[in-house]
């Protein structure tokens, strides 16, 4: 869920500028997941431009204090949202986690890396929401730590129905920055992509697990 229409165009059009997605219609990309796309996002190159981090970190930190109040922890997701993560949690002067996909095989087998407590609030960053797997196994992780999850904030989603369904199932609020629509809109609007780019991209969007298949 969008909570501003205006932060949602600008950070589409900053992940534009710096090239965090790119488009391949004949090629296109494989994800981790197995699917075949013809655009691929890279949220991580958000910190190598300071101006456009420090415009993602204030943002996210003020939607999460409107979405979700005062939280005990921040926790990024890794390894995308370590970085953003960290940043925002500095910004509200919070301590920060981070949750690995799975426990280590060695030293201390952590699967969430930092100092947290039973009870406390928490409040989960994502560079990015495809499926949502990835980023509930990281909840799940944190569950099990008997801490309350908050909420989860994310930069970007491509919006799947897969995973609005598996959020929901997991009685997990997500918000996020920007989205596909916001994307696209903007995409066009710029001549960052012509028409009939808009059309593959809109029609990968309604069966994406079946593209180039």
Not at 84 to 111: C, D, T, W
């Amino acid at each position: 869920m969008i909570l501003d229409k205006e932060t949602a165009r600008k950070t589409a059009e900053l992940l534009l500028q710096i090239k965090a997605i790119k488009l391949d219609a004949q090629q296109g990309f494989q994800w981790a997941s197995g699917w075949n796309s013809p655009i691929y996002c890279d949220n991580r190159i958000i910190l190598s431009y300071p101006p456009i981090r420090n415009f993602v970190r204030e943002n996210m930190a003020k939607q999460i204090e409107e979405l979700y109040g005062k939280a005990d922890v921040i926790a990024g997701v890794a390894t995308g949202a370590i970085g953003i993560g960290m940043l925002v949690a500095e910004y509200l002067s919070l301590p920060f986690v981070y949750v690995r996909p799975e426990a280590k095989s060695h030293g201390r087998k952590n699967q969430i890396e930092g100092k947290i407590e039973e009870g406390q609030t928490v409040v989960v960053i994502e560079d990015l929401i495809s499926t949502g797997k990835s980023s509930l196994n990281a909840v799940n992780a944190l569950k099990e730590a008997n801490v309350t999850i908050k909420g989860m904030l994310a930069i970007f989603s491509y919006g799947f129905d897969t995973a609005v369904e598996n959020f929901k199932n997991a009685g997990v609020e997500l918000h996020t920055l920007s989205n596909y629509e916001y994307l696209l809109e903007v995409a066009q609007k710029t001549n960052y992509i012509n028409q009939a780019e808009a059309e593959l991209l809109q029609s990968w969007r309604k069966d994406p697990a079946n593209w180039k298949k």
